[in-house]
């Protein structure tokens, strides 16, 4: 059983008839078959033992995708949970394990691309869940990974502590920050994270030091565990409050006169390359303004992908494949998609 297979089991348990896994260049599709009255009878128990064993626990029900992504797409993610503390959020990976459930884990949907079809399971949304801010020292603060960049650049400014300027008009969570080292105008999450919280699928939290994160460009060693982060700590810069807020202000400008803020996207649509600029390859392919259904390239910045109203998961991938099959053949240059594609 390779190791889809394997995940599929996982996921949905020892009942499915049948399953399998394609590959086209990068992109992957997956296609689950599975047994949709076991599958509904599963969920269904997971709800009502939820309900009954923690009351306080926030679920919700079939919630489009499209709400809570930033590209708005996405079918119905089959049972949302918003877990409000840890100890919620250590039970639920404890019950979902005990279920045979394989959660994902939703920050701000600024970064993701979600299925047209939904996601038939358990998605954890941490976003304004845990949403914690303190100050532990003059030069620390500690947040929680549910609390937006731009909060917690906010917060640290109020105190006069500098550093987070560029995280400000990211518009994702700490923990998706963290997740994938977010980073902007020559400040990235490693400069200034010190520590992270992370919680394992068997529901235990522990520390982690910055080595242990292992940040590099865009990504973190949360990638390569099933791990999730619960909280960051920052250790920052006492500076005079006007200057952190002009900083952040003339951050805000440059973004808002070069990015296409007031159409839904996932910001950067592909990695930058070992050499150029994704958005200069693509500019230089005549590639702005290329459409695939509701999905275009933006006019504004050649690097994003905009929905204009109607896009669809598939209308995004087709267009990122055409795009990175064009760069590749004018310029030998192979793009990668930033935008995580579930
Ligand atoms: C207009 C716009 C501008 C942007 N500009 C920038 C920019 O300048 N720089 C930049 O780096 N990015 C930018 N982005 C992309 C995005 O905001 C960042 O990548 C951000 O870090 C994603 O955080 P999120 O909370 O939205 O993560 P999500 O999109 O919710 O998730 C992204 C990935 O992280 C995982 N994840 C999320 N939270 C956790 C957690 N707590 N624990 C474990 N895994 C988790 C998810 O499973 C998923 O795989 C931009 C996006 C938009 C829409």
């Known amino acids: 059983m390779n190791e889809s297979m394997e995940r599929g089991r996982r996921l949905f348990g020892e009942e499915i008839p049948a399953f399998f896994v394609a590959s086209e260049g990068w992109v992957w599709y997956t296609v689950y078959i599975i047994h949709p009255e076991e599958f509904m009878l599963k969920m269904t128990e997971f709800y009502e033992y939820c309900r009954e064993n923690l009351p306080d626990l926030e679920l919700r029900l079939a919630q489009p995708m499209s709400k809570y992504t930033s590209f708005r797409i996405g079918g119905n993610a089959e049972l949302m949970a918003l877990p409000k503390t840890e100890e919620e959020l250590s039970w639920l990976l404890r019950a979902a394990k ?31 869940a845990l949403a914690g801010l303190e100050q532990l ?83 973190s060693a949360v990638e390569d565990h099933p791990w999730i982060v619960t909280a960051a700590e920052f250790s920052l810069e006492p500076r005079p409050v006007s200057e952190i807020r002009d900083k952040m202000q003339e951050l805000i400008t440059k973004r808002r006169s070069s990015q296409p803020l007031e159409l839904p996207s996932a910001g950067s649509a592909f990695k930058r390359p070992q050499t150029g600029y994704a958005a200069a390859l693509i500019d230089s392919c005549g590639l702005k303004g290329f459409q695939v259904g509701g999905a275009a390239v933006s006019e504004k910045h050649a690097g994003f992908v905009v929905n204009l109203g109607g896009a669809t998961a598939a209308d995004v991938q087709s267009l990122l494949r055409q795009v990175s099959d064009r760069v590749f053949a004018e310029t030998g240059i192979r793009l990668e998609p930033e935008v995580r594609i579930w």
């Open 98 to 128: 005990t279920h045979a459930l394989e959660p994902v884990v939703l920050g701000a949907g600024t970064n993701v691309l979600a299925p047209d079809g939904g996601i038939p399971g358990l998605v954890i949304c941490l976003k304004d």
């Open 137 to 219: 020292d003059p030069h620390t603060i500690r947040v929680q990974a549910g609390v937006t960049m731009a909060r917690a650049a906010v917060y640290a400014a109020n105190l006069g502590l500098g550093g987070l300027e560029f995280a400000h008009g990211i518009p994702g969570s700490v923990g998706g920050g963290v997740y994938m080292n977010a980073g902007a105008y020559g400040g990235e999450i490693k400069d200034v994270c010190t520590r992270i919280r992370i919680m394992d699928r068997a529901g235990q939290g522990r520390w982690l030091t910055r080595e242990e994160a292992g940040f590099s460009y865009r990504h």
